[in-house]
């Protein structure tokens, strides 16, 4: 079992509004600790017991909130479609002048992992490889977002089958980076945003969508 720190609680976040009555825990509450262990255990070992016994409560308040592990299970998997796939989606169909902001907004929302929660997407992918269900839903999930990808090209002139490959070679090496883990420093990444740009595209890139895509990275604090 891997290292990790436990999601916050509600009842242990000064920054959400107090329990009331004899509720310890929220729906929240089992959804992130539920997440939690898909992540660095594997959805094999989300357990209802196991849950209540790391939040220290009873197994029986799961049941106010989900009626079992199945619809947990279903409520994490729409939790993932809305934080990962609806963002991308999102992103892609944000305001542009050029295919280099148009990319620059897909790629903020790999950026910021407020948006995109590479863990989630990793596990909920792992936890395919063993469930013919889940994996049709992944696979669903990748069309919507290659579809996505797809129209932001072709909104800015690339037809058919190009725009159709071309949103592939971004997509999948977008995704690329997390299922190799890819150990880079921001700085070099971003380093190569011109060079890849120019090969997502096959035109230089916008300099000034770049240097403000840059500015915005700078501004977050990542490195």
């Not at 299970?73 to 999102?90: D, F, K, P, Y």
């Not at 992103?91 to 929302?109: D, V």
């Not at 035109?203 to 915005?216: I, N, T």
Request: with cysteine; proline share 3%.
């Amino acid at each position: 079992m891997s290292q990790r720190t436990s999601p916050l609680l509600h009842r242990d976040d000064p920054d959400q509004d107090p329990l009331v009555g004899h509720v310890k825990v929220t729906r929240r509450d089992w959804l992130n600790m539920a997440r939690d262990v898909l992540v660095t255990d594997g959805a094999g070992e989300i357990k209802i017991l196991g849950l209540a016994n790391r939040m220290g409560v009873s197994r029986s308040s799961f049941y106010w909130y989900f009626k079992d592990r199945a619809d947990l299970e279903t409520s994490l998997l729409e939790e993932w479609e809305v934080r990962n796939s609806a963002q991308i989606i999102q992103h892609c169909q944000m305001p542009a002048s050029n295919i280099t902001e148009g990319l620059c907004n897909f790629f903020r929302c790999f950026v910021d992992t407020s948006k995109f929660d590479q863990g989630l997407d990793f596990a909920v992918r792992e936890w395919s490889r063993r469930d013919p269900s889940i994996r049709a839903r992944v696979d669903k999930a990748d069309q919507s977002r290659i579809k996505g990808v797809t129209a932001l090209f072709a909104r800015h002139g690339y037809e058919g089958r190009d725009a159709d490959a071309r949103a592939r070679i971004v997509y999948f090496m977008q995704l690329g980076y997390h299922a190799l883990e890819v150990r880079e420093d921001m700085e070099t990444r971003m380093s190569r945003l011109e060079p890849y740009i120019r090969g997502f595209t096959g035109q230089d890139p916008d300099r000034a969508a770049v240097a403000a895509f840059l500015h915005d990275i700078e501004k977050m604090g990542l490195d």
